[in-house]
């Protein structure tokens, strides 16, 4: 069923933590990953947001320590 919903784009959210966003922004960029979100400061951290060949929403996320 997961495999399905993300197929269809209809995953909603997927998170995935770094320990540097900034970098991975640029690398992910490089690659052609079109980002719908730059790297923004947040209160639980920083994060930045793009969407996957299939629309599912995927958000890189950086903790603050």
């Known amino acids: ?3 399905a ?3 269809q784009g ?3 959210a997927v998170f995935l933590a770094t320990d540097d966003v ?3 922004y ?3 960029s490089a690659r052609g ?3 719908t979100e730059p790297p923004e400061p947040r209160t639980y951290g920083i ?3 793009f969407r996957d060949p299939s629309g599912n929403q995927v ?3 950086q903790e603050l320590r």
């Open 33 to 35: 990953v079109e980002f």
């Open 47 to 49: 994060d930045a947001g």
């Open 1 to 3: 069923m997961v495999r």
């Open 10 to 12: 209809l995953a909603g």
């Open 5 to 7: 919903a993300m197929s």
């Open 59 to 61: 958000r890189l996320t």
């Open 22 to 24: 900034e970098r991975d």
């Open 26 to 28: 640029r690398e992910l």
